[in-house]
C-alpha cells in the first residue's frame, strides 16, 4: 500500500526530480522538451519541397507562382508559371539523396532536358563563399549537386559544368551553374517581416542556339516555413525584383 502524501510534500519531491533530471542531461549532453529541442537546420524547412506547397511573387502585381509537388523514392517536381494559365506543362525534378537536393533535368515544350555533370571536360566542384580552394565532387550518375540538405554554418560555392540532352530530338548544349549558398539569416519583404531565409546566388551560362555566354545573374532568398522565391533580385539580362506574397498548401 502506499502512502499518500500531501500536496507540500509532491511539490518537493517534482522539484528534485526536475532538478535531477535537468543535471542528468547536462552532464549528458542532452536537451530536455521543456528546453526545446535544437536540430540543424534543413533545406527543405526553407524550400517546403517535402509538401504540396505553392506561393505567388509579385513585381507591383503578380508576376508568377510555383508550387511543389512531391513523388516517392525522395523526388520532387516545382513547377513555375503563370497562375490564371494555371498548371503548366513544364517542372524542375529534384531529388533528395543523403546530405544532398540532386538536380536531374526538367520538362519543357513537350519532352525532357537530362542533364549530365560526367564525363570529359565536364565536373562540379564546392569550394567557400569565394569560390575559392575547391574539390571535386563524385559523379552521382550524372546528376547536379544542386545544394547541401544540411545547411551548414558557413555560405560555400558549387560549380557544376556539363551538357543537357533534350530527350526528344538528341540535341546537346553546355552549361555552368555557378552557386553561392548563404547560411540562415534575418530576412523581411514588404509583405512578411521578420523572417528567417536562405540565400542563393546563382550564374548560368550556356550555348544553346547562340555562343557560351552569361544568361542569367540573381540572387534569391527563400524563407523557412514559406517557400522559394521570398525575394528574386535578378541583374542579368535585366534588372528585376520581386517579392512572395502569398502562400499556401494544397
Known amino acids: 500500500m502506499y502512502k499518500k502524501l500531501n500536496p507540500t510534500k509532491w511539490a518537493i519531491l517534482l522539484m528534485a526530480f526536475v532538478v535531477t533530471a535537468v ?5 549528458m549532453g542532452k536537451v530536455y522538451a521543456y528546453a526545446s529541442f ?3 537546420p534543413v533545406y527543405g524547412d526553407f524550400s517546403m519541397m517535402t509538401q504540396r506547397s505553392a506561393g505567388q511573387y509579385w513585381a507591383g502585381q503578380w508576376s508568377g507562382q510555383w508550387a ?3 513523388q516517392s523514392g525522395g523526388e520532387s517536381r516545382i513547377s513555375w508559371g503563370d497562375p490564371a494559365k494555371w498548371p503548366p506543362d513544364s517542372y524542375e525534378k529534384f531529388i533528395h539523396q543523403e546530405d544532398w537536393v540532386m538536380l536531374d533535368g526538367w520538362t519543357g515544350n513537350g519532352t525532357y532536358y537530362k ?6 571536360g565536364n565536373g562540379e566542384w564546392i569550394g567557400d563563399a569565394n569560390c575559392k580552394n575547391l574539390a571535386p565532387l563524385p559523379s552521382s550518375g550524372g546528376r547536379q549537386h544542386y545544394v547541401r540538405w544540411t545547411i551548414p554554418t558557413q555560405a560555400y560555392c558549387l560549380i557544376a559544368k ?3 540532352t533534350e530527350q526528344s530530338s538528341g540535341k546537346t548544349f553546355h ?3 555557378q552557386q ?3 547560411p540562415p539569416a534575418p530576412c523581411s519583404n514588404q509583405y512578411y517581416q521578420n523572417q528567417t531565409c536562405i540565400t542563393q546566388h546563382e550564374r548560368w551560362s550556356d550555348d544553346n542556339g547562340h555562343p557560351f555566354q552569361l544568361t542569367l545573374d540573381r540572387s534569391v532568398q527563400i524563407a523557412k516555413g514559406l517557400g522559394m522565391a521570398f525575394t528574386i533580385n535578378q541583374t542579368f539580362p ?3 525584383h520581386a517579392e512572395l506574397r502569398y502562400h499556401w498548401l494544397w
Open 68 to 70: 511543389w509537388n512531391p
Open 115 to 120: 542533364e549530365n555533370v560526367s564525363g570529359a
Open 180 to 182: 553561392i549558398w548563404s
Open 23 to 27: 543535471g542528468a542531461g547536462i552532464a
Open 175 to 177: 552549361f555552368e551553374h
Open 162 to 164: 556539363g551538357t543537357i
Open 38 to 40: 535544437s536540430a540543424a
Open 238 to 240: 535585366s534588372p528585376w
